[in-house]
């Protein structure tokens, strides 16, 4: 698959026409003034050394903050005082970390949350998520921690656990914050990539929704990963769920459509209803003991069976969440330090937050000018296929065939998500660092290997001197003036000859014709 990079091309089609390429190149985009693309196109050419300049490759480590962790006790679990912090923030060292921001997020999507939708999300290319085998390792253990299933297969959408196992095995370490004092503090101290997934919208210079620690539905400053005010934590972040069955399957957790419990008025699909319910789990646990469990109906006894699979889906599971606009992420950031940012976000690229993004330093960007639906496995995918050695452009265009379209590849691959129409920007071409070799060593360089080359006298690359020239060995001379006379000698000489030879021969002609 071939590359195609477009530096300032035309604002108002040139977009759609990146997108209209996937499959059939990997397209990238400088786009900004003069003096912005010019700024981007040299980062990016002298990436390879200028990554060692980010404080994040100290092989000493550096220092970043880390998000909390926590869970809801049983006990009075609708209060703050349900809410227990097992570890607060903290700052931690980390060797060549990657940020991760996770705030609308898809969570156990097709394990469990498929048990409220009653389907399975089935790929474009065929591939059920969490289902179909893989026969390459880097996939293998993806099912253990929720289902204890050994092997490799494609993961399913679990972004906040599936991306950082993929970072960790290309031999990143894992760094999170929610909050945007502290994601602002972590970019500016030096990550090598940041990637995440959050609301975001077009106004005001674009907008991103970060986690907001004065909310007072939350008791939390900056939990490693978002999670839905009601009941949530960073254990269970996906506890509103939006309701598509109406207001009594809401009330009794039934999802089937069976029943009165299962049929229900008002289906508004706003994330009103609660996933998970302390006094029905409570009541399905005791129906699974023996005997009750042949008695009554599977729904009330399955205790997860109305969980949407998406963490801080549509309004109410936002509303603890705070918006920051363009100009506000331009004042926060100063040194980006040549990091790639990878975000799920709706509708941030090719607006001010974006340029701000370019202007303190990111290298790449992969986000979305249009919105985008929940199903961003391509962010799961990139640090997958970076690990796997391949380029930037490749990683994406890989991770992004499984859910979006692909308008003129051979064959072209239809798909009813229209909404899956992420950009990549910068060199499609470039190599992102990575830190592990175990399952390629394509991305990965040592600092020496970008050195800056050393003065050497005669130093020639094809005959051309970096260093300047002492002396011309393949230069042409102008012939000597002595060489010039006396080659104009000879052939006058060889003139005057060859005429008076004709001359004579004229003559000895015109005698014969006499006789």
């Known amino acids: 698959m071939e590359s195609m990079i477009t530096v300032a091309g035309q604002y108002d089609i040139g977009i759609p026409w990146d997108r209209v390429f996937f499959g059939k190149a990997a397209p990238g985009r400088f786009f900004g003034s003069p003096v912005d693309v010019s700024h981007w196109i040299s980062r990016?050419?002298?990436?390879?050394?200028?990554?060692?300049?980010?404080?994040?490759?100290?092989?000493?480590?550096?220092?970043?903050?880390?998000?909390?962790?926590?869970?809801?006790?049983?006990?009075?679990?609708?209060?703050?005082?349900?809410?227990?912090?097992?570890?607060?923030?903290?700052?931690?060292?980390?060797?060549y970390p990657v940020l991760q921001t996770f705030l609308c997020y898809n969570h156990r999507f097709n394990e469990r949350a498929s048990k409220y939708w009653g389907w399975k999300y089935t790929c474009a290319d065929g591939v059920i998520p969490g289902e179909t085998p893989s026969f390459n390792a880097i996939d293998d253990g993806v099912r253990l921690k929720y289902e204890g299933v050994p092997g490799a297969f494609f993961p399913d959408f679990t972004s906040s656990e599936i991306i950082p196992l993929y970072l960790s095995r290309a031999g990143y370490s894992n760094v999170f914050s929610t909050s945007f004092d502290a994601v602002v503090h972590n970019l500016n101290q030096g990550v090598i990539l940041w990637v995440g997934s959050a609301h975001g919208g077009s106004g005001d210079g674009g907008v991103l929704l970060f986690w907001n620690p004065n909310s007072s539905l939350v008791h939390e400053t900056n939990p490693w990963r978002g999670y839905e005010w009601y009941l949530g934590s960073t254990e269970e972040p996906d506890t509103l769920t939006m309701e598509s069955y109406g207001v009594i399957p809401m009330l009794f957790g039934n999802p089937t459509g069976k029943g009165f419990t299962g049929h229900g008025i008002f289906r508004t699909a706003f994330d009103y209803a609660p996933a998970k319910k302390p006094f029905l789990d409570l009541i399905g646990k005791i129906l699974n003991l023996p005997v009750l469990k042949y008695l009554s109906p599977e729904w009330l006894r399955d205790t997860e069976d109305y969980y949407d699979g998406v963490v801080g889906s549509v309004m109410i599971g936002t509303i603890h969440q705070k918006a920051y606009n363009g100009s506000e992420m331009d004042d926060a950031l100063e040194n980006l330090h040549s990091t790639g940012i990878i975000n799920g976000a709706c509708l941030i690229s090719t607006k001010y937050m974006h340029l701000a993004m370019i202007r303190h330093g990111s290298v790449f960007q992969v986000l979305d000018p249009w919105p985008t639906s929940w199903y961003t496995t391509w962010t799961q995918f990139i640090p997958r296929n970076l690990a796997l050695g391949k380029t930037i452009g490749e990683a994406f265009i890989d991770g992004i065939k499984h859910v979006g379209i692909f308008y003129i590849s051979e064959p072209p691959q239809w798909?009813?998500?229209?909404?899956?129409?992420?950009?990549?920007?910068g060199d499609p071409d470039l190599r992102p660092f990575v830190?592990?070799?175990?399952?390629?060593?394509?991305n990965c360089w040592e600092r020496e290997d970008a050195e800056p080359m050393k003065y050497v006298s005669g130093f020639s690359v094809d005959g051309h001197m970096p260093y300047g020239a002492t002396e011309y060995p393949h230069a042409y001379q102008p012939l000597a003036i002595t060489l010039i006379i006396l080659a104009i000698t000879i052939i006058s000489i060889l003139i005057v000859v060859g005429v008076t030879v004709v001359s004579i021969r004229g003559k000895k002609r015109k005698k014969e014709g006499k006789r």
């Open 415 to 425: 798909w009813a998500d229209i909404k899956q129409n992420v950009c990549f920007f």
């Open 44 to 95: 990016s050419v002298f990436y390879p050394a200028l990554i060692f300049v980010n404080p994040s490759t100290d092989p000493n480590g550096i220092r970043l903050i880390n998000g909390s962790i926590s869970h809801r006790r049983p006990l009075l679990a609708w209060t703050r005082f349900g809410l227990v912090i097992d570890r607060e923030q903290q700052e931690e060292k980390f060797r």
């Open 435 to 442: 830190p592990g070799t175990k399952y390629s060593d394509k």
